[in-house]
Nanobody, 124 residues
């Protein structure tokens, strides 16, 4: 199984980016997915998670209302649309997947499969 994140880059505060994550050798339909980030000197934290069907989602308080997670199971893709970006959103963003039931009421933390990460830098 491979997950490949892309779409990171340098953007000004208030701007937008769309992260993509391509999955291979996996039937994504059966997997909960998540986006996580790790800022310099900080621990990795969950940003947004979604159930296998897409019916349940979780957003951290810091991104709620600004970020949107989505998925295309047929294309084996997951996305994170990031709007109104702030300098504190600067981090390496990781996509992840895990075959588990998920209600969306809590952040996922233990995931079986991880992508390598894509750097998002938001300038002030």
């Amino acid at each position: 199984v491979q997950l490949q994140a892309s779409g990171g880059g340098l953007v000004q505060s208030g701007g937008s980016l769309r992260l993509s994550c391509a999955a291979s050798d996996i039937t994504l339909d059966y997997y909960a997915i998540g986006w996580f980030r790790q800022a310099p000197g900080k621990e990795r934290e969950p940003v947004s998670c979604m159930s296998s069907s897409g019916s349940s989602t979780y957003y951290s308080d810091s991104v709620k209302g600004r970020f949107t997670i989505s998925r295309d199971n047929a294309e084996k893709m997951m996305y994170l649309q990031m709007n109104s970006l702030k300098p504190e959103d600067t981090a390496v963003y990781y996509c992840a997947a895990d075959r588990q039931p998920y209600s969306g009421t809590y952040p996922l933390r233990t995931m079986n499969y991880w992508g390598k990460g894509t750097l998002v830098t938001v300038s002030s």
